[in-house]
């Protein structure tokens, strides 16, 4: 079963726009990352947020996690069209380093 | 350095044929992972290796799959027979191991499997 939601589905913004797509889990979690998976390619590895931080940034990414309400959310800032992709949050339990993953937000980014 | 590797890219086949897929991880790697990804949706992990010794396969389909991991390196995933529902893409992802802070997962890009 997947544990984590995100939403939206499916966004389709211009470049330059920020994106903003939000996830949200079930159970306590010890960390939650966040996953880019391009067409016909592999995940990429993005960002983690452990469970006692609340913010985090790397480069145009900014996610913030609110343990409170079991959500997490990704900024892109300043989209670009090679930011098309799938963008996926993983939750990560701890003890057996076992990802859970959401069923991803297609991102579309128009020149 | 080199990623995941995984062959081959793409499996065409038809239903009840057997197939097999490979993986070999990054150098240093003791975690290994198979997952599944069916059209739109988020990976699943079919089964998690510390080194040689399947952790977690919990959610493998058991009387259609298999999988090993000789030596505790590279890892091969099985099915046999082939079914039509279990086209998707199967993902392998590589880690460094229990006990490390920020399990960073690798994966790699992926086989394509078609049943016909």
């Known amino acids: 079963s997947q544990q984590g939601e995100e939403d939206p589905q499916a966004l389709s913004i211009q470049e330059g726009e920020n994106a903003t797509m939000n996830c949200s889990y079930k159970t306590s979690i010890n960390n939650l990352q966040w996953y880019r998976q391009n067409s016909g390619r592999g995940l990429v590895h993005l960002i983690l947020?452990?469970?006692?931080?609340r913010e985090k940034h790397s480069g145009r990414l900014r996610v913030t996690l609110d343990t409170s309400k079991k959500s997490s959310s990704l900024l892109i800032t300043a989209s670009r069209a090679a930011d098309t992709a799938s963008y996926f949050c993983a939750t990560d339990f701890g003890g057996y380093s076992t990802l859970t993953f959401g069923k991803g937000t297609m991102l579309l980014v128009s020149p | 350095e080199a990623g995941v590797v995984q062959s081959p890219r793409y499996k065409i086949i038809e239903k009840k044929q057997p197939v097999a897929f490979w993986c070999n991880p990054i150098s240093g790697h003791n975690t290994l992972y198979w997952y599944l990804q069916n059209l739109g949706q988020g990976p699943e992990l079919l089964i998690r290796y510390e080194n040689e010794e399947a952790v977690d396969d919990s959610q493998l389909p058991k009387d259609r799959f298999s999988a090993e991991r000789l030596k505790g390196v590279d890892s091969t995933l099985k099915i046999q027979p082939a079914e039509l529902g279990d086209s998707a893409v199967y993902l392998c992802a590589s880690s460094l191991g229990e006990g490390v802070e920020d399990n960073e997962q690798f994966f790699g890009p992926g086989t394509r499997l078609t049943v016909l």
């Open positions: 947020i452990r469970s006692n931080e």
